[in-house]
């Protein structure tokens, strides 16, 4: 954690996995930027992906991290990346370099940029550079989950709408037509909708359409013309580009929809047998994961994936951010049983 790594300032960090990589003879070490892959190869008939991102959002004057309340349930780490996801992290690099020979061959991933743009995301760059670094049969993703299976993603998209008017002095204003006044409409049907709960393969997805920004008008004392609502629809993985798109259409007839942004989801790929196995060795009841991460990013490469990690999600990038010591543990032990017989196991080497 207190090698700082917000996003674009990730080399530090990345020069120190490759190091802690290179020192392990069973792992074959490959980089791209500040993106790396540590690969096995045992000859096992599967291969299985374990990933997590190097980068955090910026320090907000919460590192250098400390641990409180050693020795209590109350025991945590707190800093900035200790749940997003340098918890996650360490328990990939530990599990990378103790085990020596899993039941399955293992392609362990750190890379950059995931708290940016899509188009910088470090993990698209090595599929566009490096296809055959990705292989595998299934993927866990160390994303905080509170030590449990989170299935799938929400897809996400954004739009503007833009609702007209007439400019005019504000000491004149019955000689204009004030656009912000008229975009309560858009406002209200916002406001009035209501949000499906929806269950996919067993899970239960909370979707959301809400308003998250606003801007109109030029000065003080000018009438405005326009003012433009920013919109984020949040979605199941029922659906694909096409009909969330429709849906937000369909709430807000009768208004032109500028679209700026669009992630796909992934659905929960439980039904995998590796992924079933996954579910029995870690344990606890898998529940649906709200928000993107690059699980659907993995499901576009044609490989199911799961979200798991340690920590609270919702503390994620919170300034108070914090990991249970206990996720630790529970997430080491949960992914070396799972990973199999053979070579070292961190189970043996931690505390209860």
Same mark, same amino acid.
């Given at each position: 954690?207190?090698?700082?790594?917000?996003?674009?300032?990730?080399?530090?960090?990345?020069?120190? @996995? =490759?190091?802690?990589? /290179? !020192?392990?003879?069973?792992?074959? $070490?490959?980089?791209? +930027?500040? &993106?790396?892959?540590?690969?096995?190869?045992?000859?096992?008939?599967?291969?299985?992906?374990?990933?997590?991102?190097?980068?955090?959002?910026?320090?907000?004057?919460?590192?250098?991290?400390?641990?409180?309340?050693?020795?209590?349930?109350?025991?945590?780490?707190?800093?900035?990346?200790?749940?997003?996801?340098?918890?996650?992290?360490?328990?990939?690099?530990?599990?990378?370099?103790?085990?020596?020979?899993?039941?399955?061959?293992?392609?362990?991933?750190?890379?950059?940029?995931?708290?940016?743009?899509?188009?910088?995301?470090?993990?698209?760059?090595?599929?566009?550079?490096?296809?055959?670094?990705?292989?595998?049969?299934?993927?866990?993703?160390?994303?905080?989950?509170?030590?449990? @299976? =989170?299935?799938?993603? /929400? !897809?996400?998209?954004?739009?503007? $709408?833009?609702?007209? +008017?007439? &400019?005019?002095?504000?000491?004149?204003?019955?000689?204009?037509?004030?656009?912000?006044?008229?975009?309560?409409?858009?406002?209200?049907?916002?406001?009035?909708?209501?949000?499906?709960?929806?269950?996919?393969?067993?899970?239960?997805?909370?979707?959301?359409?809400?308003?998250?920004?606003?801007?109109?008008?030029?000065?003080?004392?000018?009438?405005?013309?326009?003012?433009?609502?920013?919109?984020?629809?949040?979605?199941?993985?029922?659906?694909?580009?096409?009909?969330?798109?429709?849906?937000?259409?369909?709430?807000?007839?009768?208004?032109?929809?500028?679209?700026?942004?669009?992630?796909?989801?992934?659905?929960?790929?439980?039904?995998?047998?590796?992924?079933?196995?996954?579910?029995?060795?870690?344990?606890?009841?898998?529940?649906?994961?709200?928000?993107?991460?690059?699980?659907?990013?993995?499901?576009?490469?044609?490989?199911?994936?799961?979200?798991?990690?340690?920590?609270?999600?919702?503390?994620?990038?919170?300034?108070?951010?914090?990991?249970?010591?206990?996720?630790?543990?529970?997430?080491?032990?949960?992914?070396?049983?799972?990973?199999?017989?053979?070579?070292?196991?961190?189970?043996?080497?931690?505390?209860?």
């Amino acid at each position: 954690m207190d090698i700082e790594s917000v996003s674009g300032n990730e080399a530090e960090l990345a020069d120190a @996995v =490759e190091r802690a990589w /290179q !020192g392990a003879d069973h792992l074959q $070490v490959e980089r791209d +930027g500040n &993106a790396l892959v540590a690969r096995t190869d045992v000859g096992r008939p599967q291969r299985v992906i374990i990933a997590g991102h190097l980068d955090t959002v910026p320090v907000a004057d919460n590192l250098p991290s400390v641990r409180l309340d050693r020795g209590t349930n109350q025991d945590r780490i707190i800093g900035r990346g200790a749940c997003d996801m340098k918890s996650g992290l360490a328990v990939l690099l530990q599990t990378s370099v103790l085990l020596t020979e899993p039941r399955w061959d293992v392609t362990w991933v750190c890379y950059d940029l995931e708290e940016v743009e899509e188009s910088r995301n470090g993990l698209g760059r090595l599929a566009r550079n490096h296809p055959e670094w990705l292989v595998g049969d299934f993927a866990v993703l160390m994303e905080p989950s509170n030590a449990v @299976v =989170e299935g799938g993603c /929400q !897809g996400t998209l954004r739009a503007e $709408v833009t609702v007209t +008017g007439r &400019a005019a002095h504000s000491a004149r204003a019955w000689m204009g037509d004030n656009a912000i006044h008229h975009v309560w409409d858009v406002l209200k049907r916002l406001e009035d909708y209501q949000p499906p709960e929806v269950d996919v393969d067993g899970l239960t997805y909370r979707e959301g359409l809400n308003a998250v920004g606003i801007t109109g008008g030029i000065a003080t004392n000018v009438v405005p013309d326009a003012c433009t609502v920013t919109i984020n629809y949040r979605f199941a993985p029922d659906k694909d580009e096409a009909s969330a798109k429709a849906e937000v259409a369909r709430v807000l007839a009768g208004y032109e929809l500028v679209w700026t942004d669009f992630g796909p989801p992934a659905r929960p790929g439980l039904d995998r047998p590796l992924a079933q196995e996954f579910v029995r060795a870690v344990g606890g009841e898998p529940a649906p994961k709200f928000g993107w991460t690059d699980v659907a990013r993995f499901t576009e490469l044609g490989i199911p994936a799961v979200n798991y990690g340690a920590g609270d999600p919702s503390k994620a990038h919170a300034d108070d951010e914090f990991c249970p010591v206990s996720d630790l543990y529970a997430c080491s032990r949960a992914l070396t049983a799972w990973l199999g017989n053979g070579g070292t196991s961190t189970a043996d080497t931690l505390p209860a």
